[in-house]
T-cell receptor, first 113, second 110 residues
Framework: DSGVTQTPKHLITATGQRVTLRCSPRSGDLSVYWYQQSLDQGLQFLIH???????AKGNILERFSAQQFPDLHSELNLSSLELGDSALYFC????????????FGPGTRLTVT | GQNIDQPTEMTATEGAIVQINCTYQ??????LFWYQQHAGEAPTFLSYNVLDGLEEKGRFSSFLSRSKGYSYLLLKELQMKDSASYLC???????????FGTGTRLTIIP
């Protein structure tokens, strides 16, 4: 158990819908990262927040957005869902910027039908 | 940009040793990570190298050569539970994000 929690574990929804994935980092960690993992793409970095502020963006679609709240939990919002958005979405946290290790949560498996 | 290459699949025998290679091309290198990921589960941290040389941690060791853009993960005394994907990831200077390779799926056979 990494100490990072993600909800829900599984999510099945239809095309065109909007979902919110939630992540709580390890106690004391200020950084939260979101990754997408699909079968044909491997693990892809989406976005990084540090203490409530956006720090880096990867190949995140405009239909996707995220935020980190004052209590340091983070949410990833996915809208106008398409079949290709079906994937595992992981959240990871680390203690400070430049820290060696990112600890991954168990992931949310999103299925778009 | 970054380009990370690692073999797609490898097979090794229980009790043996296996070496998983990773080559990368990046500007502003600031560390290389190895993660283990069992199917459908979260990646778990194995090792971190930022300087040249070998880092040993139990049955696992990781090596880095920055001049060659090359790393390997060495697994000794292989156990069936080592069957998993092994992900190589690179971090750039001034950016905390990790860029992952597509992973090497390792199968251990009796």
């Amino acid at each position: 158990d990494s100490g990072v929690t993600q909800t829900p574990k599984h999510l099945i929804t239809a095309t065109g819908q909007r979902v919110t994935l939630r992540c709580s980092p390890r106690s004391g960690d200020l950084s939260v990262y979101w990754y997408q993992q699909s079968l044909d793409q491997g693990l892809q970095f989406l976005i990084h927040y540090y203490n409530g502020e956006e720090r880096a963006k990867g190949n995140i679609l405009e239909r996707f957005s995220a935020q980190q709240f004052p209590d340091l939990h983070s949410e990833l919002n996915l809208s106008s869902l398409e079949l290709g958005d079906s994937a595992l979405y992981f959240c990871a946290s680390s203690a400070r910027t430049g820290a060696y290790e990112q600890y991954f949560g168990p992931g949310t498996r999103l299925t778009v039908t | 940009g970054q380009n990370i290459d690692q073999p797609t699949e490898m097979t090794a025998t229980e009790g043996a040793i296996v070496q998983i290679n990773c080559t990368y091309q990046t500007s502003g290198f600031n560390g290389l990570f190895w993660y283990q990921q069992h199917a459908g589960e979260a990646p778990t941290f194995l090792s971190y190298n930022v300087l040249d040389g070998l880092e040993e941690k139990g049955r696992f060791s990781s090596f880095l050569s920055r001049s060659k853009g090359y790393s390997y993960l060495l697994l000794k005394e292989l156990q069936m539970k080592d069957s998993a994907s092994y992900l190589c990831a690179v971090r750039m200077r001034g950016n905390e994000k990790l860029t992952f390779g597509t992973g090497t799926r390792l199968t251990i056979i009796p």
